[in-house]
């Protein structure tokens, strides 16, 4: 009885809460009738843009699943003193939203090489596998031969583009990675992390890939160490033995790409300094390693040494947008997805809402006429927003309403993760806690050492040349094909030919390919089937 009288007087105060502490505006219903037909007229004016995309843009949320942009959305206006839950996001703004569908071809939820296989090669394939198909099997180097699969990046190099990536974790990891590299593991960034057994069978590790396999106009991340031989010391912590060069052979990849670049202009670099000196209109290359492995969180980082997302991805547009046949360009907020692994929500929304002022720089500085520019995620986790919190409550606080064991809850929380918290069949007191620093780690139910993925549909935004093309529910490959579709580049070239039908299918049945073998099985159907009526 005492906890359900408790129960009764909270949801009253809430209630009441709720009631006095509402906006004057949004009490009068012409607030919500008129915002609506503003909606409504800009849905109408809407025309379809079909020209060719000279530009792809393609803004990658690493974990960025629809719970995640919620709370994102509202700490965006929250650090901007707003309730928070009526922000308009940058990526909100985009009028074309579809849903893809995550799963591996062996697992049942995926992780970001598997999906990052899907929608920048165009197939489907296995866990822990980038550029391969699913005959490749996982650490398996022999199954990689011969089943290696292109992606994007390549095919608009190969039409004359010039192309780039930018990440926030290191350029060898699962997401950039698979724009450049066939890897039967994930984890092989360097010669050091691979079994003896698959340099034996002739595979290469990722980092060496990088050098090698695309001609890269611009590389923005992290992963120094996967770059030069073991034991190099790194320039910012050349104490830090964990930072030191990790490769076996003996090779320094950056000298190599510097030495591969003769009569270009070039740059390496690995600090904030030495990358604002570099001038996109006279820069050809540019590789920029800022840290030996992953960057920074966007909340721990050293705003004198390591530049932003944002600043990033504008120096990587300014730089590619010079050459006259455009650019495909890969911007991964790989963080948000190493903040929900650890459990720790704010750090997650922080790196959201940084990816989002990169989107905005990225609208900035191109024009919607002929720049295809996507949002996406690759899959999500078991982040949940729950409770009853009041309009304009802290994102990162507690939820109002207590629990059956009368103790406070927070309004984020996961599934499984490093936050599981039960001591003698008890959660922790959260009352004198302060649930909103960076480092608080979120309740879990399950105990996990790093929360998992998961499993349900990501959302897929789009704006410019053929963005309607992005819409209902797709399987996540689609997404490849729809974008060099727009860009006219890869084997479909319709768009760009002024064709829509689908393209004729040779056909093997019978006397061989073409309408004549087609015949000649038609009426072999036919005749057996006259014969047996």
């Known amino acids: 009885m005492e906890l359900r009288r408790v ?5 009253f105060l809430l209630v009441a809460f709720g009631s006095t502490s509402s906006k004057v505006a949004e009490e009068n219903p012409e607030f919500w009738r008129s915002q609506a037909r503003r909606t409504l007229q800009s849905a109408l004016d809407r025309k379809l843009n079909t020209n060719v995309a000279k530009n792809i843009l393609f803004f990658l949320g690493d974990g960025m699943g629809i719970t995640t942009l919620t709370a994102a959305r509202i700490l965006k206006g929250q650090l901007e003193n707003q309730t928070g839950e009526e922000t308009v996001m940058t990526m909100d703004t985009f009028p074309n939203v579809g849903l893809a569908k995550t799963y591996s071809v062996d697992f049942q939820i995926a992780d970001s090489a598997a999906t990052a296989t899907a929608y920048l090669c165009g197939v489907k394939t296995n866990l822990n596998t980038i550029g391969v198909n699913a005959a490749a099997r996982n650490g398996a180097c022999k199954t990689q031969k011969g089943n290696e699969v292109t992606s994007i990046l390549k095919w608009a190099k190969d039409a004359g583009k010039s192309v780039g990536i930018v990440t926030t974790t290191r350029v060898q990891h699962a997401t950039p990675a ?13 010669d050091a992390d691979m079994p003896e057994g698959a340099k034996r069978d002739g595979c290469t590790d990722i980092a060496s890939q990088l050098v090698k396999n695309t001609d890269i106009d611009v590389i923005i991340g992290g992963g120094r160490k996967y770059m030069t031989p073991r034991g190099t010391k790194d320039p910012e912590y050349p104490r830090d033995y964990s930072s030191r060069g990790k490769r076996k052979d003996g090779r320094n990849l950056i000298n190599e790409w510097q030495n591969m670049k003769i009569g ?7 600090n904030k300094t030495d990358f604002n000196a570099v001038d996109p209109e006279t820069t050809d290359y540019l590789m920029a390693l800022f840290e030996p492995g992953d960057l920074r969180f966007e909340a721990d980082r050293d705003p004198n040494m390591d530049p932003s997302i944002v600043e990033t991805t504008e120096k990587a547009i300014r730089i590619l947008q010079k050459n006259p046949k455009g650019f495909f360009l890969l911007v991964e907020g790989g963080r948000i997805d190493q903040g929900h692994h650890a459990g720790r929500a704010s750090m997650a929304l922080h790196e959201t809402v940084a990816f989002d002022y990169a989107i905005a720089k990225g609208l900035e500085l191109t024009k919607e006429h002929e720049t295809l520019t996507i949002v996406m995620a690759d899959h999500s986790h078991p982040f949940t927003f729950n409770g009853y919190p009041f309009r304009g409550q802290s994102i990162l606080g507690k939820s109002p309403l207590w629990a059956k064991d009368v103790l406070p809850y927070t309004t984020l929380m996961y599934g499984n993760g490093p936050g599981h918290k039960i001591t003698n069949g008890k959660r922790p007191d959260l009352r004198n806690v302060n649930t909103k620093t960076n480092d608080y780690v979120q309740l879990a139910a399950v ?13 897929v935004l789009a704006r410019g040349p053929m963005a309607h093309l992005f819409q209902g529910v797709n399987e996540q490959n689609y997404i490849a094909h729809a974008m060099a579709y727009a860009a006219c580049v890869g084997a479909d070239l319709r768009h760009c030919q002024g064709q829509t039908e689908d393209p004729v299918v040779q056909s093997t049945v019978a006397n061989g390919a073409g309408p004549a073998g087609v015949e000649v099985a038609l009426l072999s159907a036919l005749l057996a089937l006259r014969l047996l009526m």
């Open 178 to 190: 698979t724009s450049y590299a066939h890897s039967a593991s994930r984890k092989w960034y360097s």
């Open 447 to 459: 105990p996990t050492e790093s929360a998992t993925h998961s499993g349900e549909d990501v959302a």
């Open 264 to 270: 270009k202009v070039a740059h390496y670099v690995w």
């Open 7 to 11: 129960a009764v007087t909270v949801l």
